[in-house]
């Protein structure tokens, strides 16, 4: 998605205080939306998180950075105001970003207490090899991203080294924390080891066991799993007259597979084994916490006066 850093965007919400009115943020950023006129598909862009969206999130950074270096001011909460200093910078056709702001005091010491290095302050310029600078938001989020998807290439290399037996309970565990199959308990007893019709498990689909979820477990490295062996697993289920079934794999699933389930009336749902690692690590199966951060975020709500 090619939208501007934070950086980028400094000077366009400068210009939109330049009337010297005060403004609030939420108009800050539709007035800098307008002056972009970004597509929707760039203003629905989000963040891995999926919390917030890319160009919010840009802009309220931008905004940041500039209060912290004395150009814009905030007389109220969410009330946005261009300082002299600001005036002076969109007037000296200087280029508006880390670098320049980093002339002011007040935000070196900014960010030297937000733990920034002087890269941070003095970025290269960018550049279609280094690609935008992040806001500190940003670089969390992809780092998690990077951390996930070297944990998930991990979890799959040490499933694969275990035996099936042992990876069709680690599915079972993983139903389980889903929130399926009932209890541990129940999971244990109701999930057996079968060769009938290709059937590897019989999970509940809630507590109550007001209906089943059929389990296919295959443990395969380099194999896709093809057309022909969800076929099985769904006449397999006419075998137990079940309308539901899951088959999870650590490989693929071929684009006729994928196509053919979309296309009968079962309802198969196909995990593989990107997806696989991924709902392990959201749910907290085969993994453990190393480390805990809190970000911390203004509480608006203690700041309200009546």
Known sequence: MNLPSYEALMPAVLQTL???????????????????????????????????????????????????????????????????????????????????????????????????????????????????????????????????????????????????????????????????????????QTTRYSSDGGIDGILKEDRLGLDSIYLQAKRYTDKTVGRPEIQAFAGALDLHRARKGVFITTSGFSRDAQEYVGRIEKRIVLIDGAHLAALMIEHGVGVATRQTLAIKALDSDYFAEE
């Open 18 to 188: 330049v009337d010297g009115r005060e403004r609030p943020l939420r108009e800050v950023f539709e007035l800098v939306c307008q002056r972009y006129a970004f597509t929707p598909e760039q203003l629905a862009h989000t963040l891995p998180s999926g919390r917030q969206t890319t160009v919010r999130s840009r802009v309220g950074w931008a905004k940041t950075y500039l209060v912290k270096a004395g150009l814009i001011a905030q007389p109220r909460r969410g009330v946005c105001l261009i300082t002299e200093r600001g005036r002076a910078a969109l007037a000296s056709g200087q280029t508006i970003d880390n670098r320049y702001l980093a002339q002011f005091g007040e935000f070196v010491a900014f960010t030297l207490a937000s733990g920034e290095n002087s890269e941070a302050i003095t970025p290269a310029p960018i550049t279609a090899e280094t690609g935008p600078i992040h806001t500190p938001q940003e670089q969390i989020e992809q780092a998690m991203t990077t951390l996930n998807a070297s944990l998930a290439d991990e979890l799959l290399s040490e499933i694969l080294a275990m035996s099936p037996r042992f990876f069709e309970r680690l599915v079972v565990d993983l139903m389980v924390a889903m929130g399926y199959g009932g209890s541990q308990h129940d999971a244990a």
